[in-house]
């Protein structure tokens, strides 16, 4: 009779926790691209606050201006853009964060009943135990008084 503990559902426990491993680092890249993008939003912003300084300084130019007011909605345009970047980064964030939570419920369930497992199986081996200490002072007792 095996006296160590072996769960049935290491196997499933084992990916479970994989997957969530894999959600954690998914989420992390997400996070870290999201922060990328971010940047890249206030570069383009300072840019455009830039060519807005241009565009004051040189109001008697008129043919810069027209270049000027090109570049500012040009911009403006990629600032649009940067924005719908961010919206959807968030959205993949949010979706990879219900993901990991999914993951980490189904691995906690998992753990109880292997501490539950394991617990039912310390019960049995201390009953069996239990009954192999009352057999065996039986034995002696019974041996005590047949040698008398």
Not at 49 to 61: Q, V
Not at 93 to 98: A, L, N, S, Y
Not at 107 to 132: A, C, G, P, V, Y
């Amino acid at each position: 009779m095996a006296t160590s503990f072996r769960f049935r559902f290491e196997k499933i426990l084992d990916w479970y926790t994989k997957r969530e491993e894999e959600a954690q680092k998914k989420l992390a890249e997400l996070r870290a691209k999201y922060i990328e993008e971010e940047n890249r939003l206030k570069f383009i912003e300072i840019e455009k606050e830039y060519g807005e300084r241009k565009f004051l300084e040189n109001r008697n130019n008129i043919n810069f201006e027209l270049v000027i007011r090109d570049y500012i909605e040009r911009k403006r345009r990629e600032i649009d853009l940067q924005k719908d970047i961010l919206r959807e980064l968030d959205e993949k964030i949010i979706r990879q964060r219900e993901l990991l939570l999914y993951w980490e419920m189904k691995k906690k369930s998992m753990e109880k009943l292997k501490e539950r497992d394991s617990l039912l199986f310390q019960l049995k081996l201390k009953r069996l135990e239990n009954i192999i200490l009352d057999e065996n002072g039986m034995v002696r007792y019974l041996k005590r008084y047949e040698i008398t």
